[in-house]
Nanobody, 115 residues
Framework: QVQLVESGGGLVQPGGSLRLSCAGSGNIFSTYSMGWYRQAPGKERESVAWITSGGYTGYQDSVKGRFTISSDNAKKMVYLQMSSLKPEDTAVYYC?????????WGQGTQVTVSS
C-alpha cells in the first residue's frame, strides 16, 4: 500500500510563488515516477509535471518556464515550485505515483491565485 500526502497549497496573488510538497510512504520500490496533476472547477484533471526516479522531467506547455518539479528519492518526496502564478493556475493540485503498474493519488491541495 502506498500513501501520498500533499501540502503547501494556499492563496497567492498573481505573479507570486508557491511550493507544493508530496510525501510518499508505504511499499515504494526504487523505480517509479511521480507527478503533479491539477483540476479546476468544471474541468478535467490534467497533467502538470512529472519526474522519474532517474530524474527525467516533463511539463505541460502552459507551465514550462514557470514551474519546476524536483524530488528527493531517499525521502520519497516530490516538490512543485510554482512561480509567476496566474489566475488560470487556480485548481486542486494532486500528487500521483506510478509504481509497479499501479497509479496512486494524494488527496489534493487547493491553490488559488487571486488578487
Amino acid at each position: 500500500q502506498v500513501q501520498l500526502v500533499e501540502s503547501g497549497g494556499g492563496l497567492v496573488q498573481p505573479g507570486g510563488s508557491l511550493r507544493l510538497s508530496c510525501a510518499g510512504s508505504g511499499n515504494i520500490f526504487s523505480t517509479y515516477s511521480m507527478g503533479w496533476y491539477r483540476q479546476a472547477p468544471g474541468k478535467e484533471r490534467e497533467s502538470v509535471a512529472w519526474i522519474t526516479s532517474g530524474g527525467y522531467t516533463g511539463y505541460q506547455d502552459s507551465v514550462k518556464g514557470r514551474f519546476t518539479i524536483s524530488s528527493d528519492n531517499a525521502k520519497k518526496m516530490v516538490y512543485l515550485q510554482m512561480s509567476s502564478l496566474k489566475p488560470e493556475d487556480t485548481a486542486v493540485y494532486y500528487c500521483n505515483m506510478i509504481l509497479g503498474g499501479k497509479i496512486y493519488w494524494g488527496q489534493g491541495t487547493q491553490v488559488t491565485v487571486s488578487s
